[in-house]
C-alpha cells in the first residue's frame, strides 16, 4: 500500500499541493483526475519521488520515503515502473532493445536471461512478433503496449502511467486501459494512472483520487463517482453530453 499524509508541494511560493492525504492499493488500478493546474502531475511526481513535498509522508508498503537513505531510495526508484504520456521509446532502438533497457541499467541479468525476459512480457502484451521492428514502423497503440512492457519487464511493485491513452483512438485506449488492468491484477502491482479521460474511469476505476486547486476534493470508485453530489466533480465528469446520457439513464434506472 502506498499511503499519502498531509503532503504540501509548492514552486517559488505558490502551493500546488495543499494537504493531499489518501492510500492506495495493490492490485488495484488507482487513478488520479482533475482539470488542468489542479495538481495531479506535481501530485505523481511526488509519489514518483521526483518532487520532495515541504510537508506530510509518503510511505511505501511501511517504509517512509523521508526516511530513507540514498542507497534505500535507489532501491526503491529500481521497484517502480513508468509509463510515459508520448511513450518516450528510444528512436534509433528496436522494440525488444526498447524494452530490455531498464534490464541492462539496473540488473546484471546475462543476455540470454534478459532476452528471455523481454520475450515474455512482450508476449504478455501481444508483441512477441514485434521484437525487431524500430517505433516508426508500428503503431501508436504498439508504442503504448511496448511501454508497459518496459515498465514492467523489472518485475516491479509499483507502477505509473502518464496520460497512457494520450493520441489513442478510443478503441485502441480500452484496450491499453484493460491490458494495464490486467497486468495490475496479475503482477499484484500498486497501479497509479494520471488522465483526464472519463472513459478509463469507467472501464478501469476501482479507486479515483479527485483533485481540484490542489486539494483532495473527492475519493471512491467508478460507481460512486456517478452518485456523488459534489458540484467540482459531476461538473468534470458531465462535461461531456456523453456522461449527461450515462447520468440520465442511471437516474431512471436503466
Known sequence: MIEVTNLHKGFNGEKILKGITTSFERGKTNLIIGTSGSG????????????????????????????????????????????????????????????????????????????????????????????????????????????????????????????????????????????IKEITEEYDIITMINTHDMNSVMEIGEKIVFLQKGHLEWEGDKSQIFQTDNKAVTDFVYSSNLFKKVRDAQLKGL
Open 40 to 179: 495531479k502531475t506535481v501530485f505523481l511526481k511526488c509519489l514518483l519521488g521526483l518532487f520532495t513535498p515541504e510537508q506530510g509522508n509518503i510511505c511505501y508498503d511501511g517504509a517512509t520515503y523521508s526516511d530513507l537513505n540514498t542507497e534505500q531510495k535507489r532501491d526503491l526508484r529500481e521497484q517502480m515502473g513508468m509509463v510515459f504520456q508520448g511513450s518516450a521509446l528510444f528512436d534509433s532502438m528496436t522494440v525488444e532493445e526498447n524494452v530490455m533497457f531498464p534490464l541492462q541499467m539496473f540488473t546484471k541479468q546475462k543476455k540470454d536471461e534478459m532476452q528471455d525476459r523481454v520475450h515474455q512480457v512482450l508476449q504478455r502484451v501481444n508483441l512477441e512478433n514485434a521484437e525487431k521492428k524500430l517505433p516508426s514502423e508500428i503503431s501508436g497503440g504498439m508504442q503504448k503496449r511496448v511501454a508497459i512492457a518496459r515498465a514492467i519487464v523489472t518485475r516491479p511493485k509499483y507502477l505509473f502511467c502518464d496520460e497512457p491513452n494520450s493520441g489513442l483512438d478510443p478503441r485502441t485506449a480500452i484496450v491499453i486501459d484493460n491490458l
